[in-house]
C-alpha cells in the first residue's frame, strides 16, 4: 500500500492585536474622517471586539469542522485508490463485513437508553431500533478505521484557532515570570463560578509549577452583582500594600461577605494599614483601571465571568482540570517546537 499523500492545509493566524516580536506593521489606514481627525478600525474594537471575537470563533468552528470532513474524505480516497477500489467498497469490505451481527441484548439496551423519547413499546419499534443501532455501531466503526488511517499517515492540521494576546498586570501575578505559559482570568469577585474555579486554578497550578503563571485582571458584572466593583477596588488597594492574592483568596473563601465593612474586616485580618486601606477605597482612584480591565477584555471577546486566555487561546467557563490541562500541554508543546535544536 502506498502511504497517503501528505495533506498541508495552511492558514494564518487570527488575532486582534500584534504578536510579540512580529516585524514592524505597515502604517496604519483610516476608515474615516472628520476634518483632520482620523477613525481607524481599532477604535471600533471597544464597542464591536465582543462580537468580532464571537463571529471570528465562529468561523474557525465552521471551517475546522469542513477541513475535518475533508482530511477523511482524501484519506480515504488516497487508500481505496491504492487498493483498487471504491471508497464505498473500500468500507464494505473493510469495516462493514467484520461487524459481529447485534445481538438481542445490545437491541434491548439500547432501546432502554431512548425509550422516553420513543415513548413506544419494544415490539412495535424494534425494527426501528435495531436499524438505528446498526447504522450507529457501523458509523462508529468506520471513524475509527479512519481514525487509524490518520495515525500511520502523514497528516498535518495547520488551521489555528483564533487567537488574541491580552496583557497581564505584573502588579496581579502568581507564579513565575519566566513560565512559558501565561493564563490571564477575567473575573469577578461575586460571581459564584469564579469561586468555584479557583480549587481548579490552584491544582494546576501546583501541577505546573515554574511552567504556568497566572494573571488577573478584573470584570466585575456591575448590573447582577452589585457588591463586584467595590470588591475589585479593595483588591487593588490591597495590591498597594503587597497583599493583592491574600486578599482575592481571602474573598472568593468568603463571598457572601462583601460589604464594606467585612472589606475592610479583611483588611485587617491580613495586617494591612486599615486606614491607609479605607483612604484608598474612599477615593475611587482605581475605577478608571478597572474600566480598562472591562473594555480589554469586552474587546478580547469576554462577555461572562470567568473567561481565560491560555497563550491568546481563550477558555470560557469554570472548566474542570482536564480542559486547562489539554491547553497547556498544546501551549508546551508549542513553545518547546519554537526553541531551536541543541
Same mark, same amino acid.
Given at each position: 500500500?502506498?502511504?497517503?499523500?501528505?495533506?498541508?492545509?495552511?492558514?494564518?493566524?487570527?488575532?486582534?492585536?500584534?504578536?510579540?516580536?512580529?516585524?514592524?506593521?505597515?502604517?496604519?489606514?483610516?476608515?474615516?474622517?472628520?476634518?483632520?481627525?482620523?477613525?481607524?478600525?481599532?477604535?471600533?474594537?471597544?464597542?464591536?471586539?465582543?462580537?468580532?471575537?464571537?463571529?471570528? =470563533?465562529?468561523?474557525?468552528? +465552521?471551517?475546522?469542522?469542513?477541513?475535518? #470532513? @475533508?482530511?477523511?474524505?482524501?484519506?480515504? $480516497?488516497? *487508500? !481505496?485508490?491504492?487498493?483498487?477500489? =471504491?471508497?464505498?467498497?473500500? +468500507?464494505?469490505?473493510?469495516?462493514?463485513? #467484520? @461487524?459481529?451481527?447485534?445481538?438481542?441484548? $445490545?437491541? *434491548? !439496551?439500547?432501546?432502554?437508553?431512548?425509550?422516553?423519547?420513543?415513548?413506544?413499546?419494544?415490539?412495535?419499534?424494534?425494527?426501528?431500533?435495531?436499524?438505528?443501532?446498526?447504522?450507529?455501531?457501523?458509523?462508529?466503526?468506520?471513524?475509527?478505521?479512519?481514525?487509524?488511517?490518520?495515525?500511520?499517515?502523514?497528516?498535518?492540521?495547520?488551521?489555528?484557532?483564533?487567537?488574541?494576546?491580552?496583557?497581564?498586570?505584573?502588579?496581579?501575578?502568581?507564579?513565575?515570570?519566566?513560565?512559558?505559559?501565561?493564563?490571564?482570568?477575567?473575573?469577578?469577585?461575586?460571581?459564584?463560578?469564579?469561586?468555584?474555579?479557583?480549587?481548579?486554578?490552584?491544582?494546576?497550578?501546583?501541577?505546573?509549577?515554574?511552567?504556568?503563571?497566572?494573571?488577573?485582571?478584573?470584570?466585575?458584572?456591575?448590573?447582577?452583582?452589585?457588591?463586584?466593583?467595590?470588591?475589585?477596588?479593595?483588591?487593588?488597594?490591597?495590591?498597594?500594600?503587597?497583599?493583592?492574592?491574600?486578599?482575592?483568596?481571602?474573598?472568593?473563601?468568603?463571598?457572601?461577605?462583601?460589604?464594606?465593612?467585612?472589606?475592610?474586616?479583611?483588611?485587617?485580618?491580613?495586617?494591612?494599614?486599615?486606614?491607609?486601606?479605607?483612604?484608598?477605597?474612599?477615593?475611587?482612584?482605581?475605577?478608571?483601571?478597572?474600566?480598562?480591565?472591562?473594555?480589554?477584555?469586552?474587546?478580547?471577546?469576554?462577555?461572562?465571568?470567568?473567561?481565560?486566555?491560555?497563550?491568546?487561546?481563550?477558555?470560557?467557563?469554570?472548566?474542570?482540570?482536564?480542559?486547562?490541562?489539554?491547553?497547556?500541554?498544546?501551549?508546551?508543546?508549542?513553545?518547546?517546537?519554537?526553541?531551536?535544536?541543541?
Amino acid at each position: 500500500m502506498q502511504p497517503a499523500k501528505y495533506l498541508k492545509i495552511v492558514t494564518a493566524i487570527v488575532a486582534f492585536a500584534p504578536v510579540l516580536g512580529a516585524q514592524t506593521k505597515p502604517p496604519r489606514e483610516p476608515i474615516a474622517r472628520i476634518g483632520d481627525q482620523a477613525i481607524y478600525d481599532d477604535d471600533l474594537l471597544p464597542s464591536i471586539g465582543g462580537q468580532l471575537w464571537q463571529l471570528r =470563533s465562529q468561523e474557525y468552528e +465552521l471551517k475546522i469542522k469542513a477541513l475535518e #470532513n @475533508l482530511l477523511n474524505q482524501r484519506l480515504l $480516497e488516497n *487508500e !481505496a485508490k491504492s487498493q483498487g477500489l =471504491s471508497t464505498d467498497a473500500l +468500507l464494505e469490505q473493510t469495516v462493514d463485513r #467484520n @461487524l459481529p451481527p447485534l445481538s438481542a441484548s $445490545e437491541i *434491548e !439496551a439500547y432501546y432502554l437508553a431512548q425509550k422516553s423519547s420513543l415513548n413506544r413499546p419494544f415490539d412495535e419499534v424494534r425494527p426501528q431500533v435495531e436499524r438505528s443501532l446498526a447504522q450507529a455501531r457501523r458509523q462508529q466503526a468506520r471513524q475509527e478505521y479512519i481514525d487509524r488511517l490518520r495515525q500511520r499517515s502523514d497528516v498535518a492540521i495547520l488551521l489555528n484557532r483564533p487567537k488574541v494576546e491580552v496583557t497581564v498586570d505584573l502588579a496581579r501575578v502568581r507564579g513565575s515570570p519566566d513560565a512559558p505559559v501565561t493564563i490571564v482570568e477575567f473575573a469577578d469577585f461575586q460571581c459564584p463560578y469564579c469561586q468555584s474555579v479557583q480549587s481548579t486554578l490552584k491544582a494546576v497550578m501546583e501541577k505546573y509549577k515554574g511552567k504556568v503563571r497566572l494573571g488577573f485582571r478584573d470584570f466585575p458584572l456591575r448590573p447582577i452583582h452589585p457588591q463586584a466593583q467595590q470588591a475589585a477596588e479593595a483588591a487593588r488597594c490591597a495590591a498597594e500594600q503587597g497583599k493583592f492574592w491574600e486578599y482575592h483568596d481571602l474573598l472568593y473563601t468568603n463571598q457572601v461577605r462583601l460589604d464594606s465593612g467585612s472589606l475592610r474586616e479583611h483588611a485587617r485580618g491580613l495586617g494591612l494599614d486599615v486606614e491607609a486601606f479605607e483612604a484608598c477605597t474612599a477615593s475611587g482612584k482605581f475605577k478608571s483601571q478597572i474600566d480598562n480591565d472591562l473594555q480589554s477584555g469586552s474587546i478580547a471577546g469576554v462577555s461572562g465571568t470567568p473567561a481565560f486566555y491560555i497563550n491568546g487561546f481563550m477558555l470560557v467557563g469554570a472548566q474542570p482540570v482536564a480542559a486547562f490541562e489539554s491547553m497547556i500541554e498544546s501551549a508546551l508543546a508549542e513553545n518547546a517546537s519554537r526553541k531551536p535544536a541543541p
